[in-house]
């Protein structure tokens, strides 16, 4: 398994006895990234078993209480635990703000450093194998959505045509892997040689509140989990407008004009005591459509 996408809450505004506000874990390697910390996140992190880990990254969507009220308490949390390991936060440049103005306030300063950094639309992050991407979305305020991309090698590596080509095992494989031209006994061999079956890369979408919009379709094209703004029926769509939020229909359409694998219903309202409707009307437009519940997971193969 290279990860695993958690929802650790999935309600809009406030929460219900089944749904927490909105937080999604994604663990990628060693790495644990959080979109999103509303209220109880850090509970619900405990109950899915996630695990504080070392390499921690948060990114927050915008500034509305239900989507980050519950960072102070989870920054308190770890440093009642002793972290030394640093985190890394992203967000509006009002997190900033936030965060400094309340951390005092409530308990003695983190015990790790924390680095924050302002987002724009566009690349706002890079690892080794991963980019997160931004983009500003249509809300009552400012927000964002964020993309995260795996990038590396697009191919496996075909040990069979490797064998028949008298390509010993080791450093020399290691060379083609990495894209390089090798000479064996005199004849050049080139990765496209010992080119396997394609490489899947994941990557994953969130995109926080938003209306729909052309530029959202574009940035979100593709990807394979898409976690999208649902917090209205399509009966209750001039709610939807004035609150800058998206129907389940809307959200169907933005994932099928941008061909991605699967749509997952994000933002519930908590008007709606059963929210199967949203996921029929959905499906309609949209059949890989999914309504997750709190601490549903996807496992990333
Ligand atoms: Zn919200
Ligand atoms: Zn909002």
Redesign the pocket.
């Known amino acids: 398994m290279r990860g695993r996408v958690v929802f650790l809450g999935t309600s809009g505004g406030v929460p219900t006895l089944t749904r927490n506000l909105p937080a999604i874990a994604l663990r990628w390697g060693g790495s644990l990234f959080l979109f999103d910390c509303g209220e109880n996140t850090q509970k619900q992190l405990m109950r899915a078993k996630v695990g504080f880990k070392k390499s921690f990254y948060i990114f927050i969507t915008?500034m509305?209480g239900?989507?980050l009220l519950g960072l102070p308490g989870l920054l308190m949390t770890l440093t009642l635990q002793g972290r030394r390991d640093p985190i890394y936060i992203f967000g509006p440049k009002m997190v900033k703000t936030f965060l400094e103005e309340i951390l005092p306030l409530v308990g003695s300063p983190p015990s790790f450093p924390v680095f924050f950094r302002e987002v724009s639309s566009g690349e706002v992050f890079r690892g080794s194998n991963f980019i997160v991407s931004a983009l500003r979305t249509k809300?009552?305020?400012e927000?964002y959505a964020y993309r995260f991309d795996e990038v590396g090698r697009e191919f496996y590596f075909d040990d069979k045509k490797a064998e028949a080509l008298g390509i010993p095992q080791g450093e020399i494989r290691e060379r083609l892997l990495k894209g390089e031209h090798i000479t064996i006994n005199g004849k050049v061999i080139t990765p496209e040689m010992v080119r396997g079956s394609k490489r899947r890369l994941f990557s994953f979408t969130y995109t926080?509140?938003t209306r729909p919009f052309p530029e959202l379709i574009d940035f979100v094209k593709n990807t394979e989990v898409l976690v999208h703004d649902s917090t209205f029926l399509s009966s209750d769509i001039e709610e939807a407008e004035e609150s800058?939020h998206s129907t389940a229909v809307e959200a169907a359409n933005t994932a099928k004009a941008a061909s991605v694998s699967s749509l997952y219903l994000f933002h519930i309202s908590a008007r709606y005591k059963d929210p199967k409707p949203l996921l029929n009307e959905a499906r309609k437009i949209f059949s890989k459509t999914f309504l997750p519940k709190d601490l549903d997971m996807i496992e990333i193969r």
Request: cysteine-free; aromatic content about 0%.
């Open positions: 915008h509305h239900d989507h809300h009552t305020i927000s926080g509140d800058g």
